[in-house]
């Protein structure tokens, strides 16, 4: 009906204007600051604490709890919101009661970072192009195509990093390294 249309519109265009948002947002933290690692990562995520209820979806932070870093903030929430959005949006959009996990260790002056979700598995054709700008599977969804986009921009361009995207015997793996 044209109620569902002109709704799908909105809601295409609301989800356009925050991927926007949180271009811009990383734009008004271009300033390096020191974050306490675990507790950051603990921080963003209740920021979906409902939306994670809802699925049942349970989050495990594994960083050392002393672990402090010299970095972009708005560049490190943005790696994890997108990585939470993305995957209750997709990894478990058909499921519920999944694991989201973040294991961090400093090696020598490089922070490794590992976003694991115990989600749907990423198909081979989509791992290619996954970081590619408005690539996405589930338009007809409404979902952009920006978030992953969003994440390579803020490891590879502000934080001088590299990002890997695997499969694995029981999910999908994100393995961020960072200098510092």
Known sequence: SSINIVYTS?????????????????QNFN???????NEFITQTTLAYKN???????????????NLTIKTYPGAIYQIISQ????????????????????????????????????GQKIDESSL??????????????????LGLNIVY??????LHGSI???NTDNGVEYTITIPL
């Open 128 to 145: 290619e192009k996954i970081f590619d700008p408005f690539y996405t599977t589930t338009r007809s969804k409404g979902n952009t195509g």
């Open 31 to 37: 300033e390096a600051g020191t974050i306490h690692l």
């Open 83 to 118: 990585f939470i959005t993305n995957s209750i949006n997709h990894a478990f959009s058909n499921m519920e009661n999944g694991i989201i996990s973040f294991d961090c260790k400093k090696v020598k002056n490089t922070l490794i970072m590992t976003l694991f979700n115990n």
């Open 153 to 158: 921009n803020a490891v590879t361009i502000k």
């Open 51 to 65: 939306d994670l209820q809802k699925k049942n979806i349970s989050v495990n932070i594994n960083c050392d709890e």
């Open 10 to 26: 909105f809601k295409k265009s609301s989800e356009l204007v925050e991927s926007f948002k949180l271009v811009a947002a990383d």
């Open 164 to 166: 890997n995207v695997t």
